[in-house]
T-cell receptor, first 111, second 113 residues
Framework: AQRVTQPEKLLSVFKGAPVELKCNYSYSGSPELFWYVQYSRQRLQLLLRHISRESIKGFTADLNKGETSFHLKKPFAQEEDSAMYYCALPAGGTSYGKLTFGQGTILTVHP | DGGITQSPKYLFRKEGQNVTLSCEQNLNHDAMYWYRQDPGQGLRLIYYSQIVNDFQKGDIAEGYSVSREKKESFPLTVTSAQKNPTAFYLC????????????FGPGTRLTVT
């Protein structure tokens, strides 16, 4: 069965510090993976996708098939990055369809 | 503000009552989903539908029912059989091609006492 694990429920950093939110998945093959973000009082929304290889709001995520990881990184955290972050894996590892979400990580960036 | 809407924002019910949560989208998306969000457990899929008049159970479908009579609408009924119904419920929709991005509604917080 597909599984997504985010080992850190809470993560606190200071403004300007690097941040890494961990995500590990279980799926054989080359999966598509997503990071979704939920800012306070806002809807859950897509932050970035593995396949697009974009940097969104300074965040990047690299798929490491050997370690089955898709960690989200930002070199210099900002206070506005404080939010709940979810890693997600689509059914069958494809781009669309039902998603399996991790447990979520609440990131707090202190001034 | 188009997109995907859920109503009401807050819902209170007595134990033993069925309750229906509304989800509507004007994005012309084929697929719609219901998730349940609980602290420390992330989002868990309840039901999903990829076409009108068809839907599939997700990981935690017991105690829930859905219908998909129109492309735009995917209501979720929380029945009295659901053992722990108090939660935040999120509806989402997506295309079945392209980026696969799911668009989420604002959610409904259901409290059953």
């Amino acid at each position: 069965a597909q599984r997504v694990t985010q080992p850190e429920k809470l993560l606190s950093v200071f403004k300007g510090a690097p941040v890494e939110l961990k995500c590990n998945y279980s799926y054989s093959g080359s999966p598509e993976l997503f990071w979704y973000v939920q800012y306070s009082r806002q809807r859950l929304q897509l932050l970035l996708r593995h396949i697009s290889r974009e940097s969104i709001k300074g965040f990047t995520a690299d798929l490491n098939k050997g370690e089955t990881s898709f960690h989200l990184k930002k070199p210099f955290a900002q206070e506005e990055d404080s939010a709940m972050y979810y890693c997600a894996l689509p059914a069958g590892g494809t781009s669309y369809g039902k998603l399996t979400f991790g447990q979520g990580t609440i990131l707090t960036v202190h001034p | 503000d188009g997109g995907i809407t859920q109503s009401p924002k807050y819902l209170f019910r007595k134990e033993g009552q069925n309750v229906t949560l509304s989800c509507e989208q004007n994005l012309n998306h084929d697929a719609m989903y219901w998730y349940r969000q609980d602290p420390g457990q992330g989002l868990r899929l309840i039901y999903y539908s990829q076409i009108v008049n068809d839907f599939q159970k997700g990981d935690i479908a017991e105690g829930y029912s859905v219908s998909r009579e129109k492309k735009e609408s995917f209501p979720l009924t929380v029945t009295s059989a659901q053992k722990n119904p108090t939660a935040f419920y999120l509806c989402a929709s997506s295309t079945l091609a392209g980026t696969g991005e799911q668009y989420f509604g604002p959610g409904t917080r259901l409290t059953v006492t």
